[in-house]
């Protein structure tokens, strides 16, 4: 064998050799969950676990801490017995997904690109974020929730633009486009646009001034999260604000975060407490990847200069599935999707969701083991 051929040989094998040594000197990860004291919520998305609580189960039992709840759903006799269990109760309020406001309000439809009502993508039917009823509406329901309820925080949800982003392929269709928006864009970012059809009007929006156009989307969804803190300090002051968004980096389909969604996770930072964001492994076509939730926290973190430390005002608390939606989620991967879930720099976890979960008691069960084995 040519002396050349025995030297490359040999550094690959004195390489591979190391790694393994490397791989035997490494820590293994214990197959058993060790008590986390950073995760200090512990919860469940999608209503309280009646039917567990009927079987004189308690919460502390279960490892349970939390239940976050759509707003509609609350009671003052649900929210006073999971209290008396030393619960946090949270509740999920819609922002941008009201389809039924469109039937006596069909102008605030989105305009698409054409200047013509936008279908609604895969049937999730937004509303235009300039139209002043609407925001007075959604408003209007915030303040009374919160008034109503003695909640410990409330959750906006579905606060992005007119797209249909849960699943593995988005659509996400370019609005709004009508007058109004129109208008509102001008107005603001002191850019005037030509009298043109709107087809000509859009085209110079998503190419010419698309920076501009971006931005200021963002800006309007940012400002409905200011108003909803104004709301919050007004009525409730000690209840966090908190959010379900998007899992994606900034970087995802070519930036549709901001370009597609108007999600500008910075400005809202400013009046949010808790980024739950949204990691469906299974859903969004990482099935056999439950690594992909921490990674994905792991970014939000990092752009938002959130570390998990105590003391810190931004706090993420991921949303993490179990249910099956999309593809199965397996019993086998409740415990890794939890343990990705509760990786720092999250403080906080919840499963997704109680309605469709709770009657696979197999991975209810292993649910709780889980809790209640990080429970510090």
């Given at each position: ?42 919860g469940i998305y999608g209503g309280a676990p009646t039917q567990l609580l009927e079987q004189n189960k308690t919460l502390p039992e279960l490892g349970v801490n939390a239940i976050f709840m759509g707003s509609g759903s609350l009671t003052d006799k649900r929210i006073a017995q999971l209290k008396q269990q030393g619960a946090k109760v949270f509740a999920e309020f819609n922002t941008m997904h009201v389809a039924n406001y469109l039937k006596e309000h069909p102008d605030a439809a989105p305009i698409g690109v054409d200047g013509k009502v936008c279908p609604a993508p895969q049937g999730w039917q937004g509303i235009c974020p300039t139209h002043p009823d609407y925001r007075k509406f959604r408003m209007d ?236």
């Open positions: 064998m040519p002396r050349k051929q025995m030297t490359r040989n040999t550094k690959w094998t004195l390489f591979i050799l190391t790694c393994l040594l490397l791989v035997q000197k490494s820590p293994i990860q214990s197959a058993e969950p060790q008590p986390r004291p950073h995760t200090k919520v512990r329901e915030f303040r009374r929730v919160l008034k109503k309820y003695e909640i410990d925080g409330i959750w906006l949800d579905y606060h992005h633009s007119h797209a249909s982003w849960e699943r593995a392929v988005p659509d996400m269709p370019d609005t709004c486009f009508c007058d109004r928006c129109l208008k509102q864009f001008q107005r603001d970012t002191k850019v005037s646009l030509p009298d043109a059809p709107t087809s000509k009007l859009s085209q110079q929006l998503l190419e010419k001034q698309k920076a501009a156009w971006v931005q200021w989307r963002c800006d309007v969804f940012t400002d409905w999260v200011r108003e909803f803190r104004s709301i919050i300090k007004e009525t409730r002051p000690k209840a966090l604000l908190g959010t379900f968004h998007c899992p994606w980096s900034s970087t995802d389909f070519n930036g549709a975060l901001k370009n597609k969604l108007a999600i500008d996770l910075k400005a809202q930072a400013k009046y949010v407490d808790v980024f739950s964001i949204m990691p469906y492994h299974a859903r969004f076509n990482h099935p056999d990847d439950p690594a992909w939730i921490s990674r994905q926290t792991a970014w939000l973190g990092k752009h938002l200069g959130i570390k998990g430390e105590p003391g810190e005002r931004l706090k993420i608390w991921p949303i993490v599935q179990l249910s099956d939606w999309g593809e199965p989620v397996s019993v086998a991967q409740v415990k890794p999707v939890l343990d990705h879930g509760t990786r720092l720099p999250a403080t906080g976890v919840m499963v997704f969701r109680w309605g469709s979960l709770h009657p696979q008691t197999d991975k209810v069960n292993a649910m709780i083991e889980y809790y209640r084995a990080i429970k510090p």
